[in-house]
Structure formats: C-alpha cells, structure tokens
C-alpha cells in the first residue's frame, strides 16, 4: 500500500469536516475549522492541517471544546468588536467578528476585534491574510496554554503566544509573517512525542530546565522562546493583548490543548485592523513592494511566506497525505473517535 493518499482540496475538506461532524460538531462550525484546514494543507503548514484534526475530534468528543457553541458578537463602540465564543471554536467567531472589524476599519482608519473564551485557532497567518485581501493592514495576537517557562524557570507558564500580521502588496498574494513565541509550535513536539522521535537541539528544556532533545522530556519540560528573555517577552505581551483584553484567561489559568483534562481553556484572539489608504494614502501597497524589492537585492535573501506561496502553487489541485493519518481520518468520520490503540489527545 502507497504510503500516501493523494487528495484534492475538495476532498480534504469534505473528510475533515465529516471527522468533525462525527465528533459532535455543528454543520455550521465543522465547515468553519475544515476550510481553515485545507488552507494549511494547501499552504504547506501540515502541522495545523489534517494531523491537529484528531485533536479537535478529541477535544470536542470530551467536551474540552463545545463543538455545538454559537459565538455572540456585540459593539462595542464604533471601531471595538468582541465576539464570546463561548468556548466553541475559535473559526467561526472569528468569521462573525471579521465582517464587523474590515468594516470599521475602512470608516475609522484602524479597530480592534477581541474574541474571548475560545480554543486554539491554528494558523493566524489564515485569518490575516483575508484582511489583507481586502487591502488592511492587520495584526493578530492568540494567547495559548502553558509551554513557555518565564525567564529563570522551569515550570510552563506562557503558551506558545503567536502573532502574526499581514500587509496588501500590488497584483501579488499580501505579505504575511506568522510566527510563535517559542522556537516551535507545541504540536510539533506532540507529534515527535507520539511518533518517538528525537527533537532538533534548542527545541525544548526538561523538567529541571536543561535543553533536551527528547520528546519525552519535553513534553514534560517546556518550550524554548525565541531570542530567550525577549521572546517570554513577547509571551507576556500576547497574553495581555489577547487574555487580558478579552477577560478571558491568560496563559498559566488555560487548561492544556493538549489533552482532554480540565475543561475548555478560555483563551483567546486580539485583532487590530489599519486601512492604509486612509492612513497612508494610495501608494502604501506599492511601498511595501518597495520594501521587499530592497530586502531582496542581496542574493539568496527570501522573503517570509515564500515557502508558504510555493507550496500554495504546488498544491493548486492536489495534496499528499500520509495513509495512516488520511486511514485515522475516516475512522473518526465513521465512528467519532479515536481508535482502540490510538490514545485521545
């Protein structure tokens, strides 16, 4: 049997939205997190794509995610929205706060969107760029449970905290820079721990605060923040733009994403959109081309989001996907549940 499973964009989607489905989630919520799906398969951002679908299956299955949850929007003035996602899924709040943010951007210059009591959102790159798309400026902050230690310590107590913003371009795909806090994302030392494989040095520390290349002892340790002190620094911005915000929990108060113990995690998503033709006039995008042509004089220089363009263009109609993980796929779609031998997140 083929190691792969060579799938369409269709057809991912359809099968993680049925996986979903299985797992009590809504229609209206499966189809929200499954095109955030497929676009991470498409953009080559496997990690947050069809592998973190069992999670989300587990998660709602136990309740740690209400799969069935209708967010609320309320105004609060005319450039503040804050989405509850009454601890649902962060996809389908965000898609009810977004309309209302672009909006109030376009008329005030820049607003903010704060979605709170959520669960994790995958990839902030996805909801950037559709802003983006639309010719804004948008910075986007999520706050996550705990994998960083603070600076001098050993136990987890910030998440991994992404940012990510996104910038219009002219007759070219937006600038998007999406990137945690730590050296790496949590689920990819989930998926070394459950696979049994070893971990790049500089990932991870173990439980007594020494680096590991073990993803055991990670899993037990914490994260490596980027640039060490300044980027527990950004950990702590994050959780006070995206908790603190939000009045939702920060980081240390989040139950963890990955496991189904102590109940949803509240966390939650801060975004702040800029129109910039009303800011900075017509000839920002062009600018901003101007910015990257200069970045990119020096041979060999790339641009951030160039692997993620290539792979969009290699992945136009169709996507690779592992056997046994398209093969866990449809057991969950069958069944709603993880297998015999598979533990749940």
């Given at each position: ?30 189809k ?45 003035s ?13 996809h ?6 977004l ?12 607003a ?35 994998s ?44 070394a ?51 603190g ?90 069944y ?10």
């Amino acid at each position: 049997m083929s190691d792969v499973v060579t799938a369409s964009l269709t057809r991912i989607e359809a099968l993680a939205a049925s996986a979903l489905r299985a797992s009590k989630v809504s229609a209206a919520n499966a189809k929200a997190v499954a095109h955030s799906i497929v676009a991470a398969e498409r953009d080559g951002q496997q990690i947050v794509g069809l592998s973190y679908v069992p999670t989300y299956c587990d998660h709602a299955s136990c309740g740690k995610v209400d799969g069935n949850a209708q967010p609320e929007l309320r105004k609060l003035s005319a450039a503040a929205v804050r989405v509850d996602a009454r601890t649902g899924f962060a996809h389908p709040a965000l898609s009810l706060g977004l309309p209302s943010l672009a909006a109030a951007a376009r008329s005030h210059g820049i607003a903010v969107l704060v979605v709170g009591n959520s669960y994790a959102c995958g990839s902030l790159g996805y909801f950037v760029e559709t802003l983006a798309d639309q010719g804004l400026v948008a910075l986007m902050v999520a706050n996550a449970s705990p994998s960083i230690a603070p600076s001098g310590g050993k136990i987890p107590f910030f998440g991994t905290n992404p940012l990510a913003f996104a910038a219009p371009r002219t007759g070219r795909p937006p600038l998007v820079v999406d990137q945690s806090s730590s050296v790496v994302a949590k689920v990819a030392v989930i998926d070394a721990h459950r696979r049994g494989v070893p971990l790049p040095s500089g990932w991870a520390l173990d439980g007594d605060g020494q680096p590991t290349t073990d993803a055991d002892a990670a899993m037990a340790g914490s994260l490596c923040a980027i640039g060490d002190y300044k980027g527990v620094s950004l950990a702590l911005l994050v959780d006070v733009l995206a908790g603190g915000l939000s009045g939702s929990n920060f980081s240390f108060e989040a139950s963890s994403f990955g496991d189904c113990e102590g109940g949803p995690p509240r966390t939650a998503q801060t975004v702040i959109a800029m129109d910039p033709g009303l800011l900075a006039g017509a000839a920002f995008a062009a600018r901003v081309d101007t910015l990257c042509e200069a970045m990119q004089r020096e041979p060999h220089v790339t641009l951030p989001g160039d692997r993620r363009l290539a792979a969009r263009e290699r992945h136009r109609k169709e996507v690779e996907v592992p056997s046994d993980l398209w093969a866990l796929l449809q057991h969950y779609a069958e069944y709603g549940s993880a297998p015999a031998s598979r533990s749940p997140a």
